[in-house]
């Protein structure tokens, strides 16, 4: 038996062996500091690479590159609900880290330095570096990543508090090292994001009114500055001289000319024959007749104008016309799905558009992600939790928009709408398509582009064939992006754009808890549980193949409750430019790439 001094001694001997074990234990477990992080899988670049495959290193740097941008503009803050932002603005900032184009979801640091992740992934920590500088010269410090983050939290865009929700705390370690704390361990794509945030300089805003639109000029640590502009017409990005970051990979090959000028046109036939005339160097088309048949001329055959489709492995997203359905009177599934038999997409392919898109059946196009199939018994077990909640056809049938052979002719289309319409309870009185109350059918379609008021006007032809009164109101693109952001509108033709690793934009898509958000992407306004259910499971997906099952899952939900009409895409870039760029030899898979392009000296 042991005395009680020995005893003491014991315990204490035992209590030291004990944390020198649980020491070990934990350097053992402690990440180890990387140069990225992948969403899934290991990363394509290791910690010595050079450049990206699509840069080239030795691109000379020089000129000056004139684009355009449609509207007007009113702020240079990007980040909240107010003013009409400038184009261009991402060029005067950097985020911790930035993504590869030719990767599905990898980030690689930027302002970061060194990027430690812990297995569970549960916190993670940017290590930055010392030489980082805005452009004032100030340098970037842990704190200022820490304003930024509780900024955009508190008052900026609705849209950062849901995106980074699942963040419990940002803290400061240091000066040069920032820790960021999840309240679980089931978001994987939460680390990553939180990497993409432009970082604010605490000196610059402390003081200023951050809600408030403003064309004062703001200080960032990117390859840009504001150099110059006239406001709502025209400004001007100078490639700052004394740019922090030059020198990373990253960065190589990138950011080349030294002056990018954006030209502001209200009207898109004035910008296009603008281009035509050399008053601006490169041109992204998104008209397929203008593509078909406005770029000729002079410049074209002499080849002084190049034009090129490059195509993209990108998911197209869905472009259709969106109901709002916080209007009663789009809230019946059987309305909405009857409008979508009024929209002819062949006639109007081939009369409009020379044959250019392919129909769009899923939202997730394009991608290896789009319910195509019937579900196979992977994803059954996904959906057999809300078999309930969900229309029975998402179980049994593969969703296809309507079709038609393309003659005009589509009286089949338009019978079926109105049995449809008579099941939600409308009929025709004479021609007008009714309610029980003796309401008609009426409502608005906003538009902000006259381009598309010819794709609009068919459409509008075959509702008025069913009783259905719709109407075209265009309006400046103020007063849309106004609108837009208080849901005042009753159908608009919109855009859900999509990504190789969808995570939590889908929540600020689709979840219920934005439907009232003003702002939010949510502009459906779909308030279904099962929808919720399988947003939070594509957020919580913990591999590659899961989250394939469970995007299609919820691609299947979506569409079986017809919240949109589906329109086309195009799976490639239709891009145009004066012959004075030099452009690498290798283009990323799922970008553009226009930053890697150079003045031709």
């Known amino acids: 038996m042991l005395s009680r001094t020995s005893k003491a001694l014991f ?4 209590g030291i062996a004990t944390l020198v074990i649980a020491g070990l234990s934990l350097a053992q477990n402690a990440p180890v500091p990387s140069h990225g992080i992948a969403m899934h899988g290991d990363l394509k670049y290791p910690a010595d690479f050079t450049h990206f495959d699509y840069a080239n290193p030795d691109a000379p740097k020089g000129g000056s590159v004139t684009r355009s941008a449609l509207g007007t503009f009113d702020s240079f803050n990007s980040f909240i609900v107010k003013g009409t932002e400038a184009d261009g603005l991402g ?3 950097d985020s911790l880290t930035t993504q590869a184009q030719d990767e599905p979801f990898s980030e690689y640091g930027l302002l970061a330095k060194a990027i430690l992740l812990p297995e569970d992934r549960r916190w993670i920590e940017f290590e930055l570096h010392p030489e980082a500088r805005f452009s004032d010269g100030v340098a970037v410090t842990a704190a200022d990543v820490v304003y930024t983050f509780t900024l955009l939290r508190e008052q900026g865009s609705p849209f950062y508090k849901a995106y980074y929700a699942g963040i419990s705390k940002v803290e400061a370690l240091n000066e040069h090292r ?8 089931d978001n994987r794509e939460l680390p990553l994001i939180v990497g993409q945030v432009p970082i604010l300089p605490k000196h610059y805003w402390e003081g200023r009114d951050f809600t408030a639109p403003s064309l004062d000029i703001p200080v960032g640590s990117g390859p840009y500055t504001i150099e110059k502009f006239d406001p709502g017409r025209s400004l001007t990005y100078r490639r700052n001289p004394d740019y922090w970051g030059a020198g990373l990979a990253v960065n190589r ?3 080349n000319f030294d002056r990018i000028t954006y030209d502001y046109y209200r009207d898109g036939t004035v910008a296009l024959e603008a ?11 998104n008209s397929a007749k203008s593509w078909a048949t406005a770029y000729t001329g002079t410049p074209f055959d002499d080849g002084r104008i190049i034009k090129k489709t490059l195509p993209h492995q990108n998911p197209t997203g869905m472009q259709a016309f969106v109901m709002n359905t916080r209007r009663p009177l789009f809230s019946d599934a059987r309305v909405r799905e009857a409008l979508a038999y009024a929209f002819d997409f062949e006639w109007t392919n081939k009369n409009l558009f020379y044959g250019a898109y392919t129909r769009s059946h899923s939202f997730f196009s394009n991608s290896e992600m789009a319910a195509t199939e019937l579900p196979t018994a992977a994803e059954l077990k996904i959906l057999e939790p809300i078999r309930d909640q969900v229309p029975p056809q998402v179980f049994s049938t593969v969703y296809r928009a309507p079709t038609s052979n393309g003659d005009g002719q589509i009286r089949d289309q338009l019978r079926r709408a109105l049995r449809l319409l008579r099941e939600a309870g409308w009929r025709l009185d004479d021609g007008v398509l009714k309610n029980a109350q003796g309401e008609t059918f009426s409502f608005e379609i906003l538009l902000v582009q006259k381009e598309f008021e010819r794709i609009v006007a068919p459409f ?11 109407s075209i109101r265009i309006v400046d693109i103020s007063q849309y992006i106004n609108r837009i952001r208080q849901f005042d509108f009753d159908m608009i033709v919109s855009g859900f754009a999509e990504s190789n690793s969808p995570g939590n934009e889908q929540r600020d898509f689709w979840h219920s808890s934005m439907a009232d958000q003003p702002g939010s992407r949510n502009l459906i306004g779909i308030k279904n549980p099962a929808v919720d259910y399988l947003v939070e499971q594509i957020i919580q997906a913990p591999d590659r193949a899961q989250l394939v099952l469970r995007t299609r899952a919820l691609d299947r939900v979506l569409q079986w409750n017809h919240y949109v009409i589906p329109q086309f895409h195009i799976s490639a870039y239709r891009v145009a430019y004066w012959d004075k760029f030099g452009m690498p030899e290798q283009r990323p898979k799922y970008g553009l790439g226009f930053e890697t392009w150079w003045i031709k000296p």
């Open 11 to 14: 315990q204490s001997l035992v």
């Open 91 to 93: 060029l005067i900032y």
């Open 178 to 185: 920032v820790r960021f704390e999840f309240g679980s361990d």
């Open 253 to 255: 090959g990138l950011y």
């Open 275 to 285: 281009f035509k005339a050399g008053q601006y160097d490169f041109r992204e088309e």
């Open 460 to 470: 509008i032809r075959n509702l008025e064939r069913m009783g259905i009164n719709a």
